[in-house]
């Protein structure tokens, strides 16, 4: 199995509503990864999970909450967004302790913010 | 400040021939360069990486140059199909942090294949 899964695959919220992102991988992967994309932009890298372990968080803001529950799940709280937090909200995996390796991505999900 | 550059936003080839797509970077401490291509809908999938101790890495159809001394990498697709008509995006890493892997993407390249 070489897949990243996410659930859902489209998400539109109010502001006010609490709402999760998941992402699963059963490779055996120790690192996890939350990215953003705007439109015609690249990833943007959010989170990082090494081992279970939070090892980045770069600057982002509190209403995006990375829950990392065991090695193969990820998940992604998000509580009051704002319109501009709507994109495309991608989950990558690789494995820990290989020094060269790439990212398996998962297929996003899209996120509206009304 | 973008790290990791694509100049060219698009690029359209004719079937069966070349495609280059060119990546330029700024941090010298960038040691291992990746390319992935992603499909509208899709997450970005890996394509062929490249480690700073080398210049050439070549995977079927799919070859990537390094110059590290100009800070430019290409990747070249031959004989170019309508299949690899997406958007390829370079990605480079500064040094390995023990456990993960975190890279810079470029700003992405739309390549059509022109039937």
């Known amino acids: 199995d070489t897949e990243v899964t996410q659930t859902p695959k489209h998400l539109v919220m109010g502001m006010t509503n609490k709402k999760s992102l998941k992402c699963e991988q059963h490779?055996?992967?120790?690192?996890m990864y939350w990215y953003k994309q705007k439109a015609k932009k690249p990833p943007e890298l959010m989170f990082v999970y090494s081992y279970e372990k939070l090892s980045i968080n770069e600057s982002v803001p509190s209403r995006f909450s990375p829950e990392c529950p065991n090695s193969s799940l990820l998940n992604l709280h998000l509580h009051a967004l704002q319109p501009e937090d709507s994109a495309l909200y991608l989950c990558?995996?690789?494995?820990?302790?290989?020094?060269?390796?790439?990212?398996?991505f998962g297929p996003g999900t899209r996120l509206t913010v009304l | 400040d973008q790290q990791v550059k694509q100049n060219s936003p698009s690029l359209s080839v004719q079937e069966g021939r070349i495609s280059i797509l060119n990546c330029d970077y700024t941090n010298s401490m960038f040691d291992y360069f990746l390319w992935y291509k992603k499909y509208p809908a899709e997450g970005p999938t890996f394509l062929i990486s490249i480690s700073s101790i080398k210049d050439k890495n070549e995977d079927g159809r799919f070859t990537v140059f390094l110059n590290k001394s100009a800070k430019h990498l290409s990747l070249h697709i031959v004989p170019s199909q309508p299949g690899d008509s997406a958007v390829y995006f370079c990605a480079a890493r500064a040094g390995y942090s023990g456990g993960y892997q975190k890279v810079t993407f470029g700003t992405g390249t739309k390549l059509q294949v022109i039937p």
């Open positions: 990558a995996s690789s494995q820990g302790v290989v020094v060269n390796n790439e990212q398996f």
């Open positions: 490779m055996g992967h120790r690192a």
